[in-house]
């Protein structure tokens, strides 16, 4: 990944956005992206457009559905992971194969974007096939909590590649991931079970950060809908070999089954897993990954309204705890893209 995703040279002008297609939260005509420098990590709320904040939240509530959508589906986990992605990619198919402008952005994307589609879907299908089993092995406490560890890999990694974001930014997420562990509590169970699980969540939880970042360099020069498409596709492949072999059944549901299968392809993998394409070019992949630590107090709240299951009594704080962090890496990123007087 470190050379695919290596810095251009000091010097060198940022990649230009290719006039694409509309694409979700894009208007028709408009350039899929805007650049976003060298490291490619946002411009910030300040400069960003509003709708891409609207967008995030819609994007954080659609993620959060999937956890109590999943729960109420009888279904197997990887199966669940299978069709939301298989689905997801045969509704953009249409517009892919039908749409002469996208259909010639998807031609035209080039060996290394492609590339980089494929390898998001890869680590996409990586994040579920490794974290999904984690909930068998060890305490759900514990695989949400290692799983939501997201945002400080994500920093880490663009750390690696040269970025360096302030104090404030560690700070922000540290409070953030704090406040996920007030709703999710530590798990102290020690067996060789539980920690293969916790081993696994973590992984989970590092894919995913990946998986963000290739995703907000793709979408510098490329448009959402011809991205996902590509990411969608390949997790979808990947996965269904996996099902096969894991002996997951992927049929023989009942209506309900697949109506629920519907609605989460539609909320936490269109409106959810797009959206948070959308939104990383302007908003960055530090406050992207760290919102994504909202999808634990949100599903707690969701779960309370629509299966009547009552929110622990951290679950309130713990948003507040969330929310300030989340504010603080903001500000931080404000601060930092903000022009010199």
């Known amino acids: 990944m ?14 230009r956005p290719l006039p694409g297609p509309s694409a979700p939260g894009t208007r028709a005509g408009a350039p899929a992206t805007t650049p976003t420098g060298a490291t490619g990590t946002g411009t910030g709320l300040a400069t960003a457009p509003r709708l891409d ?10 993620i959060s559905l999937s956890g ?16 939301r ?3 997801a990619a045969a509704a ?17 994307m080039g060996r290394r974007n492609l590339v980089l589609s494929a390898l998001a879907g890869a680590v996409l299908a ?21 799983v939501t560890t ?11 590649r040269g970025h360096r974001p302030p104090a404030a930014v560690w700070t922000g997420v540290g409070i953030a991931f704090t406040g996920a562990l007030l709703l999710t509590g530590v798990d102290l169970t020690v067996s060789a079970r539980a920690l293969a699980g916790d081993a696994l969540a973590l992984g989970g939880g590092i894919a995913a950060a990946v998986y963000v970042l290739i995703g907000a360099e793709v979408r510098r020069t490329t448009s959402t809908t011809a991205y996902t498409f590509v990411c969608y596709t390949t997790t979808a ?21 697949w109506l629920k299968l519907l609605l989460l392809t539609v909320t936490a993998q269109l409106l959810g897993h797009s959206l948070m394409s959308r939104v990383v070019t302007s908003l960055g992949p530090s406050v992207t990954s760290t919102a994504i630590l909202l999808e634990t107090p949100g599903a707690a709240l969701i779960a309370a309204v629509w299966l009547g299951q009552r929110p622990e009594p951290a679950a309130y704080p713990a948003l507040a705890v969330i929310l300030a962090g989340l504010a603080l890496v903001i500000r931080a990123e404000n601060g930092r893209a903000a022009p010199s007087p």
Do not use: D, Q
Not at 53 to 62: D, F, R, T
Not at 130 to 140: G, H, I, N, Q, R
């Open 150 to 160: 997201t945002p400080i890999w994500t920093i880490l990694l663009l750390r690696l």
């Open 53 to 62: 904040i609207a967008l995030l939240a819609v994007a954080v509530a659609g």
């Open 85 to 87: 992605n298989a689905a």
């Open 237 to 257: 492949a990947l996965l269904l070999p996996v099902c096969l072999i894991g002996g997951a059944s992927l049929a023989g549901y009942s209506a309900e089954t």
């Open 92 to 108: 953009l198919a249409p517009a892919v194969l039908l749409r002469g402008p996208l259909r010639r952005e998807v031609r035209r």
């Open 2 to 15: 470190v050379s695919l995703l290596a810095r251009p040279e000091a010097g060198a002008a940022p990649a």
């Open 126 to 146: 990586a994040h579920f096939a490794l974290w999904l089993p984690s909930l068998e092995l060890t305490s759900v406490a514990s695989s949400v909590a290692l």
């Open 68 to 83: 109590p959508l999943i729960t109420a589906i009888t279904a197997p986990a990887l199966a669940i992971a299978f069709w």
